[in-house]
């Protein structure tokens, strides 16, 4: 694992984390048996530390390790919004304080070695969607896209195409030399965002 596979991960899985407009996101990456992942980690917290913005990692086995993005400010309203501490009481989560919401759940992951159904909370998808995909086992969705969709779709849909043109505006951006600050800092609102895509129709 190098800084440049971080810095693309990061890129291509947490756009809509970086320019704010989202709590959280995950990523997956390989790694070779003599890298100290725990080093490369904590080498992007020092340099995402005063954008507010912190790697965690969820899960670490064998050559793949499982990172976790979040804004902290963000990721606490979204833990507090109404409904979300009694739906993750019933998965034993005793506080949505996040230093104890990521231990439960990275032990979670760790009794199940698998995504558990409350991790859409973290992720900031909405509280009825989470719910929704639960009863329904994954099944009868209005439309599908960061997450399966069973309450808004009108709205979800439009907040998907903004993630998506985020992630179009940064990729280029890395791609076209710009380092992942650079690229997270010409990006910054999507007003911006907004702008040069109707420049560019």
Not at 2 to 23: D, F, G, P, Q
Not at 145 to 164: I, L, S
């Amino acid at each position: 694992m190098n800084r440049y596979l971080i810095e693309k991960c990061l890129v291509e899985h947490c756009s809509a984390t970086l320019a704010s407009m989202k709590s959280a996101n995950l990523f997956n990456m390989t790694f070779a048996d003599d890298t100290d992942v725990e080093d490369q980690i904590e080498f992007w917290n020092q340099c995402m530390k005063e954008k507010g913005i912190r790697l965690y990692i969820l899960q670490r086995q064998d050559k793949r390790v499982l990172v976790y993005v979040y804004r902290k400010k963000q990721l606490e309203v979204s833990l507090n919004r109404p409904g979300v501490a009694k739906f993750l009481k019933k998965y034993g989560y005793e506080s949505t304080e996040i230093k104890y919401a990521l231990s439960r759940l990275k032990s979670r992951i760790g009794e199940n070695n698998e995504f558990p159904h409350e991790i859409g909370i973290f992720l900031d998808y909405p509280l009825g969607d989470v719910i929704g995909f639960i009863v329904n086992q994954g099944r009868n969705f209005k439309c599908a896209g960061c997450w399966k969709v069973y309450c808004d779709e009108c709205a979800c849909r439009k907040t998907f195409a903004k993630y998506k043109k985020m992630q179009r505006c940064l990729c280029t951006s890395l791609a076209a030399g710009k380092k992942c600050f650079a690229a997270y800092g010409s990006c910054l609102t999507y007003k911006f965002i907004n702008e040069r895509g109707r420049n560019n129709e």
